[in-house]
């Protein structure tokens, strides 16, 4: 059995239905559309175990501008993911998001704040003494600064987001199937010709483009290319604490931790500390972060946290860039009609409308309109020159 696309996207996570939806929302392309999603029900996909922050404070004027982009449409999204009379709820909220810096990092991020408000980003720097009157709740003894974005960062609804672009695509008339890649077949050496499924079907395509997530790797390892992505698990806990914080921002802590509020809840983990296996896409969660490392980070930090219970937890997958941590887009420079839109370690979710928008006009015009997104083609790893980017 066999079909034929214009356009076959692998991975239909958020990502890949936000290319999905940009591109069949484009009154320049006329194509037809297929997405490949091997887990038709997400429940591994780290688009519904992603906490889904949103923030501006970046130090490289590419992932600022992916941002500032993102946040926009994320404002516009109930309407522009509207089917019907149905409105898209991502639940968004934006108050604030509040990074936490020692006095050795405070040059670094008093120079990426010049960058931000460069970039016309309204981030607030607030000195020590001001830091513990407005926060009264945080022991801010080791302290310099706090680098505070209130009103245009915080969090949304990441899995109902990535629900929203899907039912908008199919709607229109993009095809979702419910299938594992199992070969990509070449045509020549510089082009692709075929994604073969596992159901035994062949769909002949135009274009392909990798929105995998953690399994990119090795669907480029199908087209014969190499990338630096990698699984990199993150856990997740949840605890309630006697502790009441009025209006708690996303707080991202010198330690490593952070801490956002859910309902009467509080969600909090820290990034990946312990390498995965390149093949390891285990979901288990690892208790011992939160016993050996954040609980204590959260108690001296939030004196009212001594006291908190752990609830629950969960784990995800980072699609982590062993190279420098931002997003792979673009068009592979060996294969003529292979797009790549990975690697994005943690912000795929948060980034996902300025990804779908950019690749959509590569499909639809060969070159970035609404975006530029040239940054993070993948040329820029042979040539050694990294986009570093840290939230210190």
């Not at 209006?247 to 509020?261: A, E, H, K, T």
Request: hydrophobic fraction near 40%; include cysteine.
């Amino acid at each position: 059995m066999s079909a034929n696309y214009d356009v076959v996207i692998v991975g239909g996570g958020v990502v890949g239905s936000s290319i999905a939806y940009f591109l069949s929302a484009n009154p320049d392309f006329d194509g037809s559309i297929a997405v490949i999603e091997r887990d038709p029900y997400y429940t591994a996909s780290s688009s519904s175990l992603s906490t889904s922050a949103i923030r501006q404070q970046f130090g490289t004027r590419p992932n600022i501008a992916m941002s500032k982009f993102s946040l926009d449409f994320l404002r516009e999204a109930g309407t522009r993911l509207a089917v019907g009379d149905e409105r898209a709820d991502i639940g968004l909220h934006e108050p604030g998001y509040l990074v936490l810096v020692t006095p050795e990092r405070a040059e670094a991020q008093r120079a990426k704040n010049r960058v931000q408000r460069d970039m016309g980003v309204g981030i607030e720097l607030i000195e020590q003494a001001d830091l513990a009157r407005r926060f009264p709740w945080l022991n801010t003894d080791d302290l310099a600064i706090g680098s505070f974005g209130s009103g245009c960062e915080g969090w949304f609804d990441g899995p109902g987001l990535m629900q929203a672009f899907r039912r908008k695509a199919r709607a229109q008339k993009v095809d979702y199937r419910a299938a594992t890649v199992t070969e990509l077949a070449m045509t020549s050496r510089s082009r692709l010709g075929e994604v073969v499924l596992d159901n035994g079907e062949k769909l002949s395509a135009g274009t392909v483009i990798n929105a995998a997530g953690p399994w990119s790797a090795g669907i480029a390892r199908m087209a014969g290319a190499d990338l630096p992505v990698v699984p990199s698990k993150r856990c997740v806990f949840v605890f309630e604490s006697p502790a009441r914080i009025d209006n708690c921002p996303f707080v991202f802590d010198s330690s490593g931790f952070w801490l956002r509020p859910e309902g009467q809840l509080f969600l909090c983990g820290i990034p990946p500390v312990r390498e995965n296996d390149p093949d390891d896409f285990g979901l288990d969660v690892d208790y011992d972060l939160f016993d050996e490392l954040i609980w204590p980070a959260l108690a001296r930090r939030v004196p009212g946290f001594e006291q908190l219970r752990m609830l629950r937890a969960w784990a995800g997958l980072y699609e982590y860039n062993t190279f420098d941590h931002s997003g792979i887009i673009g068009r592979h420079p060996e294969i003529s009609n292979f797009v790549l839109a990975t690697g994005f370690s943690g912000h795929g979710m948060m980034h996902a409308a300025a990804t779908g928008s950019g690749v959509s006009d590569l499909i639809a015009y060969g070159e970035y309109r609404s975006i530029d997104l040239s940054a993070f083609r993948y040329e820029r790893i042979a040539g050694n020159q990294p986009i570093e980017e840290h939230v210190y």
